[in-house]
């Protein structure tokens, strides 16, 4: 089997007003299982584009996009919400906790839409909320929260369903350094024990902390290599000017 | 997400906000409320009827005669003897002579006062009861005796009491009291139940120079085979005039028939009025549900990036509305039974003559559940499916 995620090709025009906008322009790249990837881009560079086709939230104008070799260009609605409950655990700059639900039965919520029966649900949930060091605010709201502790809760929930990929878009945007550190950890532990993550940011300073960068500018890839090379930080204005000419 | 889950998150949501959840529901409530309350009126309406009407005898029929030309016309041993050829089917029966006259006792006048012609088997025939002397005897009939039965009213407002042997005049001819009947009613009054003189039918035809008798009552052997006693007898006369508009049968259960569906129809208008409030009130809840969908925009994002289908969210706003439409019913019903209690009351207290029983009847109350859980169903299809329908990315952007 090949890449966990390959793009071939893929391609994203919007129409806005008579100007067609291309937010991904023939991108081609691919995520092997076990990595962590970092894409990075200013706003604009087509990097949520990316996220969004990645996240199985939006399907490409052209081109191709494989999920664990399965196509998804083809796919309807509902076989894309299927491919995201079982194989994407999503995490959100803004948590997007459900605020009247208690942090357990947020956690649940991917495994409720799985069809996961009740007992187990609830089990597999109080797990995935130690891991995160929770496991004592189980009867909590989300607002009762800090925003460290909201996102881990939000880690907890992608990571419950045991997805094939964990993608993680600006999950330290809200956070203060310090916290924000804590959850980058979180993400390289959970990479060290084995789960593909992908990081959608537009840090430099953050993207570091992946093994790889894949950077993007205009709606194409500038850069995709290790993340602790050189050329793998180089300011953006400089790349694009290089690569424009 | 099963069904049940649906529910429970349903009514979790409903009840996170309990005013405005209260006030979306207050038109399923009112129209619920309003068709219970109507529909139990119309019940309660009709069982006084028919209980004014079983004391007015339900077992009887009425027979009219208005002859053909005056060539042909019935006699009373001719209905005797109807009656007696039938007697499986039919068992008494009394001429009706209806007296146009002024009751004189001493010198006070009474217009108001009713006067009939009857047979001495009248009494027993309507259930009356003679409390004072005797009633109208064979005797009386076929000597047309000038005698009479009184009232419990006339008895008690001009005799005192003690009425029998005592004298009246009827159009000038004067009538020895022979018997007092029972009060029928509790209060007697002028022109009321009670208000009546009672004399031999040959006495009163004599008297009103009505040559043959026109008016009978008859009762039944049996009260659930009236129409067929009613049948038979238009058939006899049929027989006699070959005219079905020489005569008229009419029964006590055919008016109260009649009556009844004609408060049915009235009350079924009324309770069709109400229902319009059951729609206003649906309106109102898709109005709520679509705030609800809007307010909820990143909820329903987040969902769908999780995995839910647009069935499960449809199903999950479809379900809400019904249940929140569905418990209003329920309130609705609720109160629809508190009023109907307070209604009784309060009837009883205004009128105490008419004591009516507003009853809701369960097939109301099933109904109106019913009802207002479809008009959920009805009215959240359309915010349900906006939810579905929300493309998830902008959902998850929407603040």
């Known amino acids: ?245 | 997400m099963n069904l049940a889950e649906t529910f429970q998150l349903a009514l979790k949501n409903i009840l996170a906000s309990k005013v405005r959840t209260l006030l979306t529901m207050l038109g399923i409530i009112i129209g619920v409320c309003a068709v219970i309350v109507i529909v139990g009126l119309g019940n309660g309406m009709q069982g006084y009827i028919e209980d004014s009407f079983a004391d007015m005898g339900t077992d009887s029929l009425t027979v009219m005669i208005m002859g053909r030309g005056s060539s042909r016309s019935v006699s009373e041993e001719e209905m005797y003897q109807m009656v007696e050829d039938n007697s499986d089917v039919l068992k008494q029966i009394s001429p009706l002579v209806n007296m146009m006259g002024v009751v004189k006792i001493g010198s006070d006048s009474h217009s108001s006062t009713s006067i009939t012609g009857v047979s001495e088997d009248y009494f027993s025939m309507k259930g009356y009861e003679v409390a004072q002397g005797r009633g109208i005897q064979y005797a009386d009939v076929a000597n047309r005796k000038k005698v009479c039965v009184v009232g419990q009213y006339l008895n008690m407002a001009y005799f005192g009491g003690s009425a029998v042997g005592q004298t009246l005049k009827v159009g000038g001819t004067t009538f020895t009291i022979v018997g007092v009947m029972a009060a029928e009613t509790d209060d007697l009054e002028e022109g009321g139940t009670d208000d009546c003189v009672f004399i031999p039918y040959s006495t009163a035809a004599r008297l009103s120079f009505t040559g043959t008798i026109s008016s009978y009552i008859m009762t039944v052997q049996d009260t659930d085979h009236i129409s067929e006693a009613k049948a038979l007898v238009e058939s006899k006369l049929y027989r006699i005039f070959s005219d079905d508009d020489a005569y008229t049968v009419s029964s006590m259960a055919e008016m109260v028939d009649q009556m009844n569906s004609m408060v049915n129809m009235i009350i079924y208008i009324l309770a069709g009025i109400a229902a319009i409030s059951l729609v206003v009130g649906g309106i109102g809840i898709m109005n709520i549900m679509l705030v609800s969908v809007t307010e909820r925009t990143r909820e329903i994002g987040v969902r769908k990036a999780l995995g839910a289908r647009e069935g499960a969210i449809m199903r999950q706003f479809v379900i809400e509305a019904a249940t929140t439409s569905a418990l209003g019913g329920v309130l609705g019903i609720l109160l629809g039974y508190g009023l109907s209690k307070a209604a009784t009351t309060v009837i009883a207290a205004l009128m105490p003559d008419t004591p009516i029983t507003v009853s809701p009847s369960v097939m109301a109350v099933v109904l109106a559940f019913g009802v207002s859980s479809a008009i959920g169903v009805v009215f959240g299809y359309l915010p349900a499916k906006k939810a579905a329908n929300l493309n998830p990315i902008d959902a998850l952007r929407y603040d």
């Not at chain 1, 790249?29 to 990097?47: D, N, P, T």
């Not at chain 1, 191709?64 to 083809?74: A, I, K, N, P, S």
């Open chain 1, 1 to 245: 089997m090949g890449a966990l995620i390959e793009f071939q090709d893929v391609c994203k025009t919007y129409h806005m007003g008579d100007t067609i906008v291309r937010a991904a322009d023939h991108i081609s790249m691919s995520v092997q299982q076990g990595e962590f990837v970092a894409i990075v881009g200013q706003s604009g560079s087509g990097k949520s584009t990316c996220m969004n086709i990645i996240g199985c939230l939006d399907v490409p104008t052209s081109g191709t996009y494989l999920l664990g070799g399965r196509d998804v260009g083809q796919m309807d609605k509902n076989e894309l919400a299927a491919i995201r409950n079982q194989m994407l655990g999503f995490i959100f700059q803004q948590y997007n906790l459900l605020p009247k639900l208690t942090l357990l039965e947020n956690v649940e919520v991917p495994l409720m839409y799985a069809g996961v029966p009740r007992a187990e649900r609830r089990e597999r949930a109080k797990i995935a909320l130690e891991l995160v060091g929770l496991g004592g605010k189980l009867k909590h709201k989300p607002q009762q929260l800090s925003g460290g502790q909201q996102q881990r809760v939000s880690i907890a929930r992608a990571l419950v369903g045991e997805p094939a990929v964990i993608l993680a878009d600006e999950p330290t945007g809200a956070l203060d350094s310090h916290t924000g550190r804590e959850v980058l950890t979180m993400l390289q532990k959970l990479h060290d024990t084995g789960n593909t993550v992908v990081l959608i940011t537009h840090d430099n300073s953050i993207a570091v902390q992946a093994q790889r960068i894949i950077r993007l500018e205009d709606g194409r890839v500038v850069y995709d290599g290790d993340a602790h090379a050189p050329e793998a930080v180089v300011t953006p204005g400089a790349a694009g000017k290089g690569a424009g000419q």
